[in-house]
């Protein structure tokens, strides 16, 4: 098995300390750090993606699989010149105001990361003028909404008719996920598309931006 290889494995199987110890070995070694990415990292995840699709993963096993990817993603994405770094493939994403549940954007996050996107985590709680002054701030392309609660949900909505205000619609495309939202919730508020999980927020975004 090559060293690509094991490195994939390692993550399929969420193995967050051999995932460190055998990239920075490649690192050191002189690996790219781009091919390290490719050949290794993100074959892993995709190892992952379709056996989560088919229920045949569950999501501790795809959080630790997550947790293994992050650990080499951290060791490499320093190395990346700027060049390499996906400066159009910006997320802004956080989860919206009043609403303190994380664990399911933390995952779209790290996936997100896995799929080369360059992630802005805004957090918990997050207002729309936040929402507005991030994607300013970066030039995102792409803002990613998540609610947990039925009350919070409505924030969604507020979230998207304040970007609309501030004239940074037609700039942006807008994502939203959570337990109680749908895609009939997502076209009701004007969003451009609903994730019903972390794997599918990834592939969508991808195919708005191309
Ligand atoms: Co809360 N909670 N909670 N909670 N909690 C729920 C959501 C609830 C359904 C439980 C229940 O009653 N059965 C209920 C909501 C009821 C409702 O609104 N109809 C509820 C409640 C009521 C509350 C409190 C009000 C309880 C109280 O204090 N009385 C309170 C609210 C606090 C607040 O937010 N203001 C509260 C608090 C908490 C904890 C702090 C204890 C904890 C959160 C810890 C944390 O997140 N750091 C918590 C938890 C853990 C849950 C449950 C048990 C699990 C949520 C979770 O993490 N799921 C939840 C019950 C449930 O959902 N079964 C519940 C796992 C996660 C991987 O899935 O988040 O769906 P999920 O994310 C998926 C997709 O939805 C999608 O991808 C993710 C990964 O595949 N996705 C996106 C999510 N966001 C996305 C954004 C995208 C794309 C995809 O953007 C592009």
Known sequence: MSDFDQLADYVFKGNAAAVKDLTRKMVDAGG???????????????????????????????????????????????????????????????????????????????IMESGGFNVIDLGVDVSPEKFVAAIKEHNAKIVGLSALLTTTMLNMKATIELITEEGLRDSVKILVGGAPVSQSFANEIGADGYCADAMSAKEMASTLLN
């Open 32 to 110: 790219n750090p781009m091919e390290i990415i490719s050949k290794g990292l993100l074959v892993g995840m995709d190892i992952v993606t379709p056996k989560f699709k088919a229920g045949d993963m569950y999501v501790p096993e795809v959080m630790m699989s997550a947790r293994a990817l992050a650990e080499g993603m951290n060791i490499v994405k320093p190395l990346l010149t700027g060049a390499e770094i996906a400066v159009n493939k910006t997320i802004i994403i956080g989860t919206v105001s009043g609403d303190l549940h994380d664990i399911g954007k933390n995952l779209v996050v790290l």
